[in-house]
């Protein structure tokens, strides 16, 4: 029994020796339970909203109010005409548009009845459905306490519309997800190991007495993986149009050329990673671990970013993922151009600068 407590001794020094292991245990368990305990929820709060009040009477003001007291809605702005509406959405932080008839108060009273336009950006289905439900509970809520007031069966009903998905089907929210999830994890994970399997089995030296610079050593480390990630890109596409029946509305060549610039932002990472690591299964575990999560929990393909706490949505502006995630749902699903993306693209272009930066400067020309 002796030696077996110092067995476990010794297993117990080699654990806290190692800070990756302590990492593992304590570090990731937490990390899991910060973003499922926050992230995860089916709730959808503080939505971008517009209004276009063509009546602005007692009734549609009283509407109005109940919207923006609530916490599913943020009215960001009242517009001036229907007209405007197509702008509002292709802008993109803009998920849902009220708008309400001239005379809204004058023939819910004579007519007994009065409409109100509901417009939802669909290529979200659930959330666009979702937000159509919260109006109409909030009208038919509404309608309830005024038909108690005046003792008079008044009755207003929604004109629906659901823009760039009007069948609510999944292949529009799911298809620019996967992109985003599939070429991030791909990248980074397999570029993780190249310059570490160097190590391992020795061939670094070979490379560092060549007269390779250690820019064209990462280079050559990321180019076939490049190559390779735009073969995955094309089948994706390539199923999307014809086993999902999911139109690419935009310029095709906009879209490769913006996830180019995605996939060379992930292999950036990945070989941040490599320059990093001391194993094979080290990169990959920090690849798969440190990218699954965020990708997963802070991009917006699964959960809205809207509905976390401020300090979530401040770290979703580091996950790469979340910005190609809205260019690929503004060229594929929107049809947009250039003009509505670029600020993202130019986002995923000073992160593939800054972890290339990282990559040269850790990459060390001298065996340890």
Known sequence: MKQFFAFIKKEFSHVFRDRKTLLMLFGVPVVQIVLFGFALTNEIKNSNIVIVDNAKDMAS???????????????????????????????????LAIVFPANFYTDLLHANKAQIQVIADASDPNTGNTLTNYVTYIVADYQANLNATIKAPEQITLDTRMLYNPDLKGAPNFVPGVIAMVMLLVCVMMTSISIVREKELGTMEVLLVSPFKPLYVIL????????????????????SVFALDLPIKGSILLLYGVSTMYIITSLSLGLLVSTGASSQQGAMTLSLVGMMLPTLMLSGYIYPIENMPMILQVLSNAVPAKWFYIIVKAVMLKGLGFSYIWKETLILFGMTIFFLTLSLRNFKIRLE
Do not use: M, R
């Open 61 to 95: 003001q009283q509407i109005i109010n109940k919207l923006a007291s609530t916490p599913y809605f943020h009215i960001k702005k009242e517009l001036l005409s229907s007209s405007q509406i197509d702008a509002a959405f292709k802008a993109g932080d803009v998920k």
């Open 220 to 239: 050559a480390k990321a180019v076939p993986y490049l190559v390779l990630s735009l073969v995955n890109l094309t089948v994706i596409l390539l199923l």
